[in-house]
């Protein structure tokens, strides 16, 4: 006779009459989808270095990281994308040299006038009345873009500035060579803009530093994260998310089990891009490509194409997590101005080939996502291999093995270990039982369109003790992910008329 299992109620010993209940939970998966930013803070910012901390309004992040830093137009950006996204942020310490260029305006109208320059795709404006001097509107200048915020979508600069003698002076928030990418432009496609032919940029301090990822990286331990999101893309970055992410001694590994991926960007043409990216072989890192000369730096670019598809990738129950990508829109990302710098086909084939990200640009001059892919190219021995190409495959394993330990968990644990168990003991597991479990769990996961062909698992995945440690039980699970739908080919055959 089967018996009944009790957690709390003791089996035996209890004999003065009561009627008892006690409650357990059967289990229920939730995933928890966590997003970290790592970035520089401003030093008006509250938030400790390398101490991961939630933020869930712009005003805190402005608070927390300084306004105008880069961590706080990171997030800002995410919640663009992704308005609901738990987000923490990370501050990595500065290193190297802030860089610095001079606005030097050579006149202003008799009559006045009004001013355009844009800093990193941002507007600033400065109006000039009848008879003022250079160094009245260099100063106006100077004002505006200290006090700038984009009232729709909370931007601010990543600049500050001073004005003497008809010079405005701007220094870059932080130090460090990805500080260059910030873009200075004088729109000439305004009429009347006063700027034009008497505003000159020149760059003064050039920046230099990249930052030490490790302490910021260790300090988020195996805590939840669905994705980490830095700008930085060079080789000891590179570096230290691999690192962080192994799967032999990382996030990934078989004694962690915490997971997680890297977001970064990378800045370059064609040749700097594939170079990049065949010299990288991570199934955990994404690198977006970013233009060299476009306005927004690559801090946003990170930030914005990790928040618009987080929610997707973490989705394992509607399948989300396995769709195509193409055509979604980054908010806060626009096309270049210059057009040529655009990658057409070819070009994105390419890169895709290489381990790099690719985008595209609508109709509209807005920046869509092309393809996302991992910079895994080649098996242990060299061999091509594809399987973690699309960022869908580590979403899918992070995502369906996070349900199948949940399930194994409610119904495998705490459990004794027999190979057959005849007296039906609740307490008491049997290698055909786990295996019943992973099978289950499989289907549900096939419901969910993570992984598909459940006949097939069923009849291939293996369950067994292990002959050396009869405590222990070894499987075999043959996976089958769900593949997005990248390319339709038909052959259109024409007629003059059906014979």
């Not at 289990?27 to 803070?41: A, E, F, I, T």
């Not at 800093?119 to 003022?132: F, K, Q, S, Y």
């Not at 331990?221 to 799967?247: E, H, I, K, N, R």
């Not at 129950?317 to 710098?341: C, F, H, K, M, Y």
């Amino acid at each position: 006779m089967a018996g009944i299992g009790f957690n709390n109620i003791p089996g035996s010993g209890v004999i003065a009459p009561l009627m008892s209940f006690e409650f357990n939970s059967a289990g229920q998966y939730d995933s928890v989808s966590r997003l970290y930013l790592v970035g520089h803070k401003a030093a008006a910012g509250t938030l400790a270095a390398n101490t991961p901390t939630i933020c869930t309004s712009l005003a805190e992040a402005t608070m927390l990281a300084g306004a105008g830093s880069m961590l706080r137009e990171m997030w800002r950006i995410v919640a663009l994308n992704a308005p609901a996204q738990e987000t923490w942020l990370v501050a990595v310490t500065e290193t190297g040299a802030a860089p610095t260029w001079t606005y030097t305006l050579a006149s202003v109208p008799a009559a006045g006038g009004t001013g355009y320059v844009e800093i990193c795709g941002e507007r600033v404006i400065v109006t000039a009345a009848a008879g003022d001097t250079v160094t009245i509107v260099a100063a106006a200048l100077a004002a505006a873009i200290n006090a700038y915020s984009n009232a729709l979508t909370g931007a601010m600069l990543p600049v500050t500035a001073t004005a003497a003698a008809g010079v405005v002076t701007l220094t870059a928030r932080h130090a460090g060579a990805i500080m260059a990418e910030i873009d200075h432009s004088i729109p000439t496609g305004i009429a009347g803009n006063i700027f034009v032919g008497a505003l000159t940029v020149a760059s003064v301090t050039p920046a230099s530093g990249v930052p030490s990822l490790a302490t910021a990286l260790a300090a988020i331990g195996d805590d939840p994260c669905g994705a980490m999101v830095a700008p930085w893309a060079d080789t000891a970055s590179l570096d230290a998310y691999q690192a962080w992410l192994s799967d032999v001694a990382g996030r990934w590994a078989w004694s962690r089990q915490s997971y997680g991926h890297a977001w970064c960007c990378n800045s370059g043409n064609t040749s700097a891009q594939t170079t990049l990216g065949l010299g990288r072989n991570d199934r955990h890192t994404s690198i977006i490509a970013r233009p060299a000369t476009h306005q927004r730096p690559s801090w946003l670019w990170a930030a914005g194409f990790a928040g618009r598809l987080l929610p997707w990738l973490s989705d394992t129950t509607t399948g989300n997590v396995s769709r195509n990508q193409t055509g979604l829109v980054v908010e806060g990302i626009e096309a270049p101005r210059d057009r040529t710098a655009v990658w057409g086909y070819s070009a994105r084939n390419t890169l895709l080939g290489a381990g790099i990200s690719t985008w595209t640009a609508t109709a509209d001059g807005r920046v869509a996502v092309d393809k996302i892919v991992t910079t895994y190219r080649t098996g242990p021995t060299g061999q091509p291999d594809s399987v973690f190409r699309d960022v869908q495959s580590v979403y899918q394993l992070a995502g369906g093995f996070g349900y199948m330990r949940e399930r194994l968990a409610s119904e495998q644990g705490n459990k004794a270990l027999m190979d057959s168990n005849p007296g039906a003991l609740e307490a008491v597991t049997t290698p055909a039982d786990i295996k019943a479990t992973l099978i289950h769990g499989y289907e549900a996961l096939e419901q969910r369109g993570v992984f598909e062909d459940a006949a097939t698992f069923a009849a291939s995945v293996i369950v067994r003790r292990n002959a050396a440690n009869p405590a222990r039980v070894d499987m075999f699970l043959p996976m089958d992910r769900v593949n997005p739908l990248d390319i339709l080919a038909g052959n259109a055959t024409i007629y003059a008329q059906y014979i």
